[in-house]
């Protein structure tokens, strides 16, 4: 069964430096990936997914994220962060050519960018 | 194309009574999901429609149980409240056409429950 793991509950940085939001999966075969992000009181806002060709996958708001196949990981970066991205960013996961499989989401990642 | 709508927003419901929340997908979209959020479990998986089907069920008891129209709204319900169902429950909806994209998938702002 495919898994996400978001090591940090919370992460705070400074506005104007970069920020690393970590994600690590588990899944049979290859996967696709994506970042969502939600604001208060609001549902989950599509970011960026990766599902095949270049690591580097370029997103919404100035995000990016790195497909790490070796290390199954997929990274959300930005180099300047912003006070507006303040909000709980969520990971998800499927299985490519699994079907109908669900998408499995991390327990969410909150940051918390400081003026 | 107006995003997904979820009816009502916010809802206060005593133990033991049951609920209905209600979905509208984005226009020509067809899988509909349901989703609880709570703080310690994140997002919790519940169950997909697709063409007024059941594709695929998460692991919550019977007390769960949604449906799908002709037109793609779908509708969760949830009988004998108990204080633990106290969540945000979220609604996405995806094209159809199978594939990645099918996965991209579009929330509405959630209906925030409250079993007291």
């Known amino acids: 069964a495919q898994s996400v793991a978001q090591p940090e509950d919370q992460v705070n940085v400074a506005e104007g430096n970069p920020l690393t939001v970590k994600c690590t999966y588990s899944?049979?075969?290859?996967?696709?990936l994506f970042w969502y992000v939600q604001y208060p009181n609001r549902g989950l806002q599509f970011l960026l997914k990766?599902?095949?060709?270049?690591?580097l996958v370029k997103g919404s708001y100035g995000f990016e994220a790195e497909f790490n196949k070796s290390q199954t990981s997929f990274h959300l970066k930005k180099p300047s962060a912003l006070v507006s991205d303040s909000a709980l960013y969520f990971c998800?996961?499927?299985?490519?050519?699994?079907?109908?499989?669900?998408?499995?989401f991390g327990k969410g990642t909150r940051l918390s960018v400081i003026a | 194309k107006a995003g997904v709508t979820q009816t009502p927003r916010y809802l206060i419901k005593t133990r033991g009574q049951q609920v209905t929340l209600s979905c509208s997908p984005i226009?020509?979209?067809?899988?509909v999901s349901w989703y609880q959020q709570t703080p310690g479990q994140g997002l919790q998986f519940l169950f997909e429609?697709?063409?007024?089907?059941?594709?695929n069920k998460g692991n919550f008891p019977g007390r769960f149980s949604g449906r799908q129209f002709s037109n793609s709204r779908s509708e969760m319900n949830v009988s004998t409240l108990e204080l633990g169902d106290s969540a945000l429950y979220l609604c996405?909806?995806?094209?159809?056409?199978?594939?990645?994209?099918?996965?991209?998938?579009?929330f509405g702002p959630g209906t925030r429950l409250t079993v007291t």
């Open positions: 226009s020509g979209h067809r899988s």
């Open positions: 996405a909806s995806s094209p159809s056409g199978g594939g990645a994209y099918s996965y991209e998938q579009y």
């Open positions: 998800a996961v499927r299985p490519m050519n699994s079907g109908n499989t669900p998408l499995v």
């Open positions: 990766y599902i095949t060709g270049d690591n």
């Open positions: 429609y697709f063409s007024e089907t059941q594709r």
């Open positions: 899944v049979s075969g290859n996967p696709y």
